[in-house]
């Protein structure tokens, strides 16, 4: 009996012991777990960023119309929110309170809320300076497709200028030896194929594609002396066909680098670098409004959602050529 009763006592001990020990413990840590955070919201990141409806928007030092004017802001171009005022204002019939914004070269002042636009994502872009936006190419996917097609065209315009045998693709260049472009398939890694996609008759320069196995590039091609440099796209032209300016946009794979060029065409008829931008964004769409100005679409991944951004950017030139976003 008294073994069974201090069996019964040494079973009571260790239950108690190990009560005490399980209250012991270290406290779970909860700051990981997202039943912690469920009921914080997330605020929206382009809650505060908007897009410039307005041509030429005015940032005024106060918000009011007769404010002195501290900077202008042109149409696509981003501004940030700093703070919405409670004063409202009525300008051309349009309805609106004066927000006090940054710019993204740092202007801080007031503009008019009416002539700007919360900036959201959109779903896909356009690139219009392409040529696989060539009229027949208008439903084919495979760059090289539609290059033979474009070059099919060309061919038959300028037999005197380039002419293809078979493998062979002959630029036929002013004051030198005509240019042969042979395509290498002789594996499916190592493929090099050409094509004539352009000829720019009032500059006398040839463009024509090399398709890889992965992405290409496009060779600009001097039709007086055969030389020659490797660009990204296609090359759009100042107004007096003395410049050219070349944009890339490759944020989803990788194959070419995301970029913008601008070249100047010296009397020789070669060319001179005169500016270089690479980014991690995209640019597309270069308009040159005139000689020492270029408008250009930029294209960001949006961060916490999907889709993409696009806003405007101004290349300006002032001895040098000045990006500004």
Excluded at 48 to 73: C, D, F, N
Excluded at 161 to 171: E, G, S
Excluded at 181 to 208: A, G
Aim: with cysteine.
């Amino acid at each position: 009996m008294n073994i069974k009763l201090i069996s019964i006592f040494i079973l009571i001990i260790l239950c108690i012991s190990s009560c005490k020990k399980e209250k012991t413990h270290e406290p779970i840590d909860l700051s990981n777990n997202h039943f912690n955070t469920i009921d914080l919201p997330k605020e929206n990141t382009f809650s505060k960023k908007y897009i410039v409806l307005a041509s030429k928007l005015i940032i005024r030092e106060k918000p009011s119309r007769t404010s002195k004017a501290i900077g202008l802001i042109r149409k696509g171009r981003r501004v940030d929110l700093i703070e919405k005022t409670s004063k409202s204002d009525s300008i051309k019939g349009r309805n609106g309170y004066w927000f006090k914004i940054i710019t993204m070269n740092s202007i801080s002042g007031y503009v008019f809320s009416a002539y700007l636009k919360k900036l959201e994502p959109v779903r896909s872009y356009n690139e219009k300076n392409s040529f696989h936006r060539d009229v027949d190419c208008k439903h084919i996917m495979n760059s090289y497709n539609c290059a033979k097609i474009i070059e099919s065209k060309l061919l038959k315009k300028y037999k005197n200028k380039v002419t293809r045998n078979d493998d062979k693709l002959i630029i036929n260049i002013k004051n030198s030896n005509n240019l042969v472009y042979k395509n290498i398939n002789t594996d499916s890694v190592n493929v090099k194929l050409y094509s004539f996609i352009n000829y720019y008759e009032k500059i006398n320069y040839f463009l024509i594609a090399v398709h890889y196995y992965e992405g290409g590039r496009l060779y600009f091609i001097n039709g007086n002396n055969g030389n020659n440099i490797s660009i990204h796209n296609i090359p759009v032209f100042s107004k007096n066909h003395d410049k050219f300016v070349v944009t890339n946009i490759d944020i989803e794979i990788g194959y070419s680098p995301n970029i913008i060029q601008i070249f100047q065409l010296m009397q020789n008829g070669n060319y001179k670098k005169q500016f270089e931008h690479k980014s991690k964004w995209g640019v597309m769409n270069p308009e040159w409004l005139n000689d020492n100005h270029i408008i250009v679409d930029t294209v960001k991944r949006a961060e916490d959602e999907p889709g993409y951004i696009i806003t405007r950017a101004d290349l300006e030139y002032n001895k040098i050529w000045h990006l500004i976003e």
